[in-house]
């Protein structure tokens, strides 16, 4: 059973950075994809970016140039550093896993879930 808890997020003001965190936990072996949704409150949730076990990544075009993925395999750990922030990137921000290889930013498809890290962008 996959684990994912996520951290980094907080408020900060417009052109500003902060750098997301998901530690992963109870994956062994074999292809993976790794992403980040963010979700307002009553809106659908939204495919940020993701990454796949061989390391191709891509990007929404919202974040495209601001947002960058990283990993560090030794942690387990996920990173999403996300700079020139925009008061239309606030919302709930969440990890997601997939155990294959067939990345999509498409939410439906991911079965494991972090609980979410919220972030507040002021203007």
């Known amino acids: 059973q996959v684990q994912l808890v996520e951290s980094g997020g907080g408020s900060v003001q417009a052109g500003g950075s902060l750098r997301l965190s998901c530690a992963a936990s109870?994956?062994?072996?074999?292809?993976?994809?790794m992403a980040w949704f963010r979700q307002v409150s009553g809106k659908e949730r939204e495919g940020v970016a993701y990454?796949?076990?061989?390391?191709?990544?891509r990007y929404s075009d919202a974040v495209k140039g601001r947002f960058t993925l990283s990993k560090d395999s030794a942690k387990n750990t996920l990173y999403l550093q996300m700079n020139n922030l925009k008061p239309e990137d606030t919302a709930m921000y969440y990890c997601?896993?997939?155990?294959?290889?067939?990345?999509?930013?498409?939410?439906?498809?991911?079965?494991?879930w972090g609980q979410g890290t919220q972030v507040t962008v002021s203007s």
């Open positions: 109870g994956y062994t072996s074999g292809d993976y994809c």
């Open positions: 997601a896993a997939r155990t294959d290889s067939w990345c999509v930013l498409n939410a439906a498809t991911y079965g494991y």
């Open positions: 990454i796949g076990s061989g390391g191709t990544t």
